[in-house]
C-alpha cells in the first residue's frame, strides 16, 4: 500500500510548483485545516499575513523561514523566465540605498497625506519649484482631467531645452487606488500626454524628461534609478539594458492593493517589463504569466466541474447554463489567455479576484510571495500574450510605500518635438500608439 504524503509536503513538493527565484515559499492555511498541517505552518512560519481587499478576505498566508528559491540553470533560467514573462524577485537590492535616505521615507508617508485632499499636490510642487531640474517650470493651468472618479489632482509642468525645444504636456497626478471606504491606498503617478493614448508612446525624450522629474521629485526614487545592482541584474538577466521610466509611486493601504492585471500594450513601444521596489512595509503578491494563469483558471475550473467546492459554484454559476459555457471558454487557449488580458480579466474577473478560494489556490501552486523593504520584484512583459499578470496585497497594519517604474529598452531617441504651439491648451499627439497533474482545491474552501 502506498504511503501517503501529509499535506504540508505533498503541496510542497508537488511537481508541478512553481519556486518564483529569489522568494521563499508560501502556503496558504485555514483555521479548519488538518491539525498537523497547522503544526507544521506554526513550526516553520517565518511570517504570517491575513489577506483582504477592499472588503472581501483573501485567507491566510504563511511564508515559511526555508531556503529562497534560485533558477534553476542560474542565468540562464533567470533569462529564460524573463523571455516567458515570469516574475523575478530581487531580494534586499535596494535595502542599502534605502538605509540612507531614511528622512527621504518619512517624506513619502507626509507626501501622502497631503495628497489625500485637492490643492496638495499643488502647494506641495509650488514649494520644491526651485529644486525642479533646469528647464522645468510648473504650469499654472489644470491639464484636463480623466473621467475617473478616483483621481485626487493633477497639476502640469513643461520644459524647455536648447533653442526652440520644448515640452508642455508633463503631469502629476494623485488618485485613491479605490472608492472602498475602508481603503486608504493612494497613488501618485508622473507621466506626460494624454492618458491611455499616450501610455503607448515610444517618445524616448518625454520619457527621459519624466525620469529626470523622478529623481527630483519622487522621495526614495534615486535608491532603485541610480542603484548600480540592480541595474547590473536586469541587464544580465534581460540580456540588454533597461532604464526605469514612468514611475508610479503606491501607499498600499490595508484593505488595499490591485485586481489582476498586467502592464503590456498591443504594440512594441521599448517596455520589456515592469520594476516594483518596496521602499517601506510590506506587501503580498500573486504574481504568475498570463499563459501560466490560464493553466491555473483552466485547472481549477476542471476540479469545479468534477464537483469540487459546491458553494462556489453555486455562487458564481447560478444560471445552469453558465458553468458550461466557462468550461467552453477555459478550453480555448487563445479565447482564454486573450479573455485574461482584458481590464479586471474580463469575463474571469469573478474567479481570478475571488477570495479565498482562487487566491489560496494560486499560492499553493508556488505564485505567491512578500516583498519587504529593499525588495524588487521584475515583471516581464512582450505583448498581450506573454505578460505578467499580478494581483497585490496589503501585508502590513499601516500603509506601506512602494515605486513602479517601467523597463524601457535603450532605443535610438525620437526626433526633437516641434516648437510650442501658441494655444497652450494644444499638446503633441503621440498616438503610437497542461494540463498538469491536478491539485484539488478542497482543502482551501471556506467552512460552511
Not at 510648473?138 to 515640452?167: C, I, M, N, S, Y
Not at 472602498?180 to 506626460?192: G, I, K, Q
Request: charged share 30%; glycine share 8%; proline share 7%.
Amino acid at each position: 500500500m502506498p504511503v501517503v504524503a501529509p499535506l504540508f509536503e505533498e503541496i510542497l513538493e508537488a511537481d508541478d510548483r512553481e519556486a518564483i527565484p529569489g522568494a521563499r515559499p508560501v502556503l496558504s492555511f485555514h483555521e479548519g485545516d488538518d491539525a498537523e498541517f497547522l503544526r507544521r505552518i506554526e513550526s516553520e512560519q517565518r511570517e504570517r499575513v491575513e489577506l483582504a481587499r477592499r472588503g472581501v478576505w483573501h485567507g491566510s498566508w504563511a511564508e515559511l523561514s526555508r531556503p529562497r528559491a534560485v533558477a534553476r540553470d542560474g542565468l540562464a533560467g533567470l533569462s529564460r523566465r524573463f523571455a516567458d514573462a515570469r516574475p523575478i524577485l530581487l531580494p534586499r537590492v535596494a535595502r542599502g540605498e534605502l538605509d540612507g535616505v531614511r528622512p527621504e521615507i518619512a517624506e513619502a508617508f507626509a507626501l501622502r497625506e497631503r495628497c489625500e485632499r485637492p490643492g496638495g499636490l499643488a502647494r506641495w510642487l509650488a514649494e520644491r519649484e526651485g529644486e525642479l531640474p533646469e528647464g522645468f517650470t510648473l504650469q499654472r493651468r489644470r491639464p484636463p482631467r480623466t473621467a475617473d472618479g478616483r483621481d485626487v489632482e493633477k497639476v502640469a509642468l513643461a520644459w524647455r531645452g536648447a533653442g526652440r525645444r520644448g515640452v508642455r504636456d508633463l503631469w502629476i497626478k494623485t488618485g485613491r487606488l479605490s472608492d472602498h471606504p475602508e481603503d486608504a491606498s493612494m497613488r501618485l503617478r508622473l507621466a506626460f500626454g494624454r492618458e491611455v493614448d499616450d501610455d503607448a508612446s515610444a517618445d524616448e525624450l518625454r520619457h527621459e524628461l519624466v525620469a529626470e522629474l523622478t529623481d527630483a521629485l519622487l522621495p526614495a526614487a534615486r535608491a532603485a534609478t541610480e542603484n548600480g545592482a540592480l541595474a547590473a541584474a536586469a541587464e544580465a538577466i534581460a540580456g540588454e539594458a533597461l532604464h526605469l521610466r514612468g514611475a508610479i509611486a503606491y501607499w498600499n493601504a490595508p484593505e488595499g492593493g490591485a485586481r489582476f492585471h498586467h502592464d503590456a500594450f498591443a504594440v512594441d513601444n521599448g517596455q520589456a517589463g515592469v520594476c516594483f521596489v518596496q521602499v517601506e512595509g510590506r506587501t503580498a503578491w500573486l504574481a504568475l504569466s498570463v499563459a501560466d494563469l490560464a493553466g491555473r483558471v483552466r485547472e481549477f475550473c476542471e476540479c469545479l466541474a468534477d464537483g469540487e467546492l459546491p458553494w462556489l459554484v453555486d455562487e458564481l454559476f447560478a444560471a445552469p447554463s453558465s458553468l458550461p459555457r466557462l468550461l467552453e471558454l477555459v478550453a480555448d487557449e487563445r479565447r482564454l489567455t486573450t479573455e485574461l488580458a482584458l481590464p479586471g480579466c474580463g469575463l474571469l474577473g469573478p474567479l481570478t479576484d475571488r477570495g479565498p478560494e482562487f487566491t489560496s489556490f494560486l499560492a499553493d501552486a508556488g505564485h505567491a510571495l512578500l516583498l519587504e523593504a529593499g525588495d524588487a520584484l521584475l515583471l516581464p512583459n512582450h505583448g498581450l500574450g506573454r505578460t505578467a499578470m499580478h494581483s497585490v496585497f496589503c501585508a502590513s497594519h499601516l500603509p506601506s510605500y512602494g515605486i513602479s517604474f517601467a523597463l524601457r529598452r535603450a532605443r535610438p531617441s525620437a526626433p526633437d518635438p516641434p516648437p510650442p504651439p501658441d494655444d497652450p491648451d494644444e499638446r503633441p499627439d503621440a498616438r503610437e500608439i497542461r494540463r498538469r497533474r491536478r491539485r484539488s482545491p478542497r482543502r482551501r474552501g471556506r467552512a460552511r
